[in-house]
Each structure stands twice: as structure tokens, then as C-alpha cells.
């Protein structure tokens, strides 16, 4: 299992918690956003870019330098910062939620291998661009757990030592089985060209970020849009199922043999 170091940007956040005034909210957990007045919060000088570690969008893309492989967790500006909404930079994830879920244009199609539907780029796509948004049902992970079919399922993972600081603990997840955005369609791959990110918007209930897949290369247009679903997924899938992205680097091209 992997389980991400503590960074840089998580004594941030612990810290603004404890510091900062805490709004409860039934069980969501707000922090003050930033108080730049006028700006366009794509600078250190934005306490929310701050939040995201250097790594903040900058109009609508991720730095060039962004970690896709270990992302830090974005948090985007919203009605408790003292920005002008219309300016601020730091938004361009809620902007798309309020169009829907695509930040591309994007189909799904069906594959001509053994992994069904697919996902591709209908048009040309630059790395740092946000694709398209998880959307489902979000409920607890004892409850996805239990269900049958999880092969829609996309854990939230916050980190441990955030979840600490949430007055309702139970882990989240989103399941796309029954319903959800274009995004479950994407496959996964050994070497994606897409990478998902944990972003905040609107209330920064620490629980529930929104899970967004970014373009971590340019993918050209009709190009599939893969991502990693990670060791936690294999772990348990492998046992019946094995890896058909084909790639030079698969890491679970065989099923595992093991119980473990
Ligand atoms: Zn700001
Ligand atoms: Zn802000
Ligand atoms: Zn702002």
C-alpha cells in the first residue's frame, strides 16, 4: 500500500487550522481563504496558493514542474477569500464544476481490447489542463467496502494526519457505478497521460476534495486519456484480473497468485 509522506504543504494546512478561525458547518470544516484584495491569487503572496504548495494553476494550467505522480492536494479560492471572484486565477476548477464536469472536450468509446470503454481527447490537450471531474455517489469507505461492484470506486484518500483534524473521520469515496461523470470511462494505464488531483473548491470541507483529472502530458487529439489507479486498487484486483494497457512498463501485467 502506499501511503505518501507527510509534506510541506500538510504542516501548512495543520497549521492554518489551528491558527486560523475554524467555521464548523454540521460536519464541514472551513478555513479562512486568503485576503488578497483585487489580486489575481497566482502568486506565494495568496494564503490559498500557499495552501497548494507552490503548485498552484496559473490561468487554468498546473506548473510545468507539477508532481503528477504524488500531487499535492489544491486548494482553489472561494466566498470567505477577499478576492474579486471575476479576477481571481485560482478558481478555474469551480468555474468548470459550475459548467458541469469537462475542462476538454472529450468522448468515450469502446476499446478494441479487453478494457471496454475508454475515454479520449476529441480535441489536442495541454499538459497542466484539467480533464474532466469524478463525479458519483460520495459515501463512506466501510459503505463502498461492502458493495459488490467497486470498480467504479475512487477513494478520496485524504491524508491520515488531515482526517485527524475533521470532526467526522470516516474516510470518503466516490461510486460512478450507478451514476457519474464522463471521467469513470478513463482507463487505467502503466504510463497514463492523465493523473488525478485533490482539489478544493468552495467549502474546504476537508473530507471531501473534488477528484480531477489533469492532462500530466499533451495528449494529442483521439488519444486515450489513461491514469494510474494506483497499488491500493491492484492490490485486490490483481487476484482476478490483470493489467491490459500494454505498455512497456506494466506493472501488473500478471494476476498475483497470493492471498495477500
Ligand atoms: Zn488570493
Ligand atoms: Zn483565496
Ligand atoms: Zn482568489
Known amino acids: 500500500m502506499n501511503i505518501p509522506s507527510v509534506s510541506e504543504k500538510e ?5 492554518m487550522i489551528k491558527n486560523e ?3 464548523r458547518v454540521g460536519q464541514r470544516l472551513c478555513v479562512q481563504g486568503c485576503l488578497c484584495k483585487d489580486g489575481e491569487c497566482s502568486s506565494g503572496e495568496c494564503a490559498c496558493c500557499v495552501l497548494s504548495v507552490r503548485a498552484w494553476a496559473v490561468r487554468g494550467r498546473l506548473p510545468p514542474a507539477f508532481p503528477y505522480h504524488d500531487p499535492p492536494m ?7 477569500c477577499a478576492c474579486n471572484a471575476n479576477k481571481c486565477g485560482n478558481q478555474s476548477v469551480t468555474r468548470m464544476l459550475r459548467a458541469g464536469s469537462l475542462g476538454a472536450r472529450v468522448a468515450v468509446f469502446r476499446t478494441r481490447g479487453a478494457r471496454g470503454w475508454g475515454l479520449r481527447a476529441a480535441r489536442a490537450v495541454r499538459r497542466g489542463q484539467p480533464l474532466a471531474a469524478y463525479c458519483g455517489e460520495l459515501l463512506p469507505l466501510p459503505a463502498a467496502d461492502a458493495r459488490r461492484h467497486d470498480e467504479y470506486v475512487f477513494s478520496l484518500d485524504v491524508k491520515p494526519d488531515l482526517l485527524e483534524q475533521c470532526s467526522e473521520r470516516t474516510a470518503l ?3 460512478a457505478r450507478g451514476w457519474g461523470s464522463a471521467a469513470r470511462f478513463a482507463n487505467h494505464s502503466c504510463a497514463p497521460n492523465a493523473a488525478p488531483v485533490r482539489v478544493f473548491c468552495g467549502a474546504r ?3 471531501r476534495p ?5 492532462a500530466a502530458k499533451h495528449i494529442r487529439a483521439g488519444e486515450e486519456i489513461t491514469f494510474d489507479y494506483g497499488d491500493k486498487f491492484w492490490s485486490v484486483k490483481s487476484k482476478w484480473m490483470k493489467c491490459e494497457c500494454g505498455t512497456p512498463d506494466c506493472r501488473y501485467g500478471e494476476k498475483s497468485e497470493s492471498d495477500t
Open 21 to 23: 478561525e475554524v467555521e
Open 11 to 15: 504542516d501548512i494546512v495543520l497549521s
Open 173 to 175: 469515496c466516490v461510486d
Open 205 to 207: 470541507d476537508l473530507r
Open 74 to 80: 489544491l486548494f482553489e479560492c472561494n466566498q470567505t
Open 210 to 214: 473534488h477528484a480531477v483529472l489533469y
